[in-house]
């Protein structure tokens, strides 16, 4: 029997949408530990550079930093033919851009006070709102649409899109974040069934809890650092009662991109610390 690693993933090209978040950075370094070419591609052109010359630097893997809007398909078409020009046929994609904001997020969980409804979900602008959905379920689809075109020619490839625990049991205050996280789990199935003959397969990872700059506002006070009762909240429903480290999602990342999952396609993965899994009781 021939030794299991990740050793089929080597000078394969994989392109890293929100490639210079924290999240993206982390899982960018885990698949160039295996030898992976990268292209990391963000809004931000200096970051992008800047986390593909780390990434370079301390792995000797071939990383190029790439400017793009998820939200514009000219804009990724201009970037899928930099990738190729620099790197060549793309076989690996991560829908990693997303995230949350303020302006999305309700400042109350319930809606008691009726005199004082700009708190909740009526208050809400749609301007937030559409911004947020469309950054985590337009910024899927478009990038896969565009950088799964090579994975058709050359008749095998991967993609992985990020979910969220949110896709499973919605929070309270983020009904934005929330449904588009849930949009993109039952577009991982769909998807993966639309391509199943073309030798692609599609899956996705639901990180639990992990400190990012998109949800520090919620779980910790600005001012003093400590928890919010929200964070809190978490923790206890969490049955490892802690936050997951970026690191942890790059061993279900490299699994779900490799052959050794060579059979597996259309599923999503909790990396939650066993929050899934949990009643409360």
């Known amino acids: 029997m021939k030794k299991l690693s990740f050793d089929d993933l080597n000078n394969q090209i994989c392109v890293i949408t929100g490639g210079a978040g924290v999240l993206g950075t982390v899982i960018a370094k885990g698949l160039a530990s295996v030898g992976v070419k990268i292209a990391i ?8 550079d800047k986390t593909a010359a780390d990434i ?16 514009e398909k000219e804009s990724l078409q201009k970037a899928k033919k930099e990738i190729n020009e620099k790197l060549g046929k793309i076989d690996l994609l991560i829908n990693g851009a997303g995230g949350n904001s303020p302006k ?18 009526y208050g809400l602008q749609m301007e937030g709102f559409k911004h947020v959905f469309d950054l985590n379920f337009m910024g899927t689809l478009l990038p896969t649409m565009v950088f799964t075109t090579d994975m058709l020619t050359l008749k095998k490839g991967a993609v992985l899109n990020i979910s969220s625990m949110n896709s499973y049991k919605p929070l309270t205050k983020i009904p934005a974040y929330s449904a588009a996280k849930s949009a993109i789990n039952n577009f991982t199935e769909w998807l993966a069934v639309h391509l199943s003959k073309t030798g692609i397969r599609v899956n996705a990872v639901a990180p639990g809890f992990f400190l990012t700059n998109q949800n520090r506002f919620l779980l910790t006070d600005e001012k003093t650092g400590e928890l919010t009762a929200r964070g809190h909240k ?22 779900l991109l490799s052959d050794i999952s060579k059979f597996i396609t259309g599923i999503v993965i909790p990396v939650d610390g066993g929050f899934n899994a949990y009643s409360g009781v």
């Open 41 to 48: 591609v963000d809004l931000n052109k200096e970051m992008a």
């Open 56 to 71: 370079e630097k301390e792995f000797g893997t071939k990383s190029i930093g790439v400017q793009a809007n998820v939200l």
């Open 104 to 121: 999305a997020t309700t400042q109350v969980e319930k809606v008691e006070d009726l005199n004082d409804l700009e708190k909740t979900f």
């Open 234 to 255: 978490i923790l206890t429903n969490t049955p490892m009662e802690k936050f997951g480290e970026p690191e942890d999602l790059q061993g279900a990342v490299n699994f």
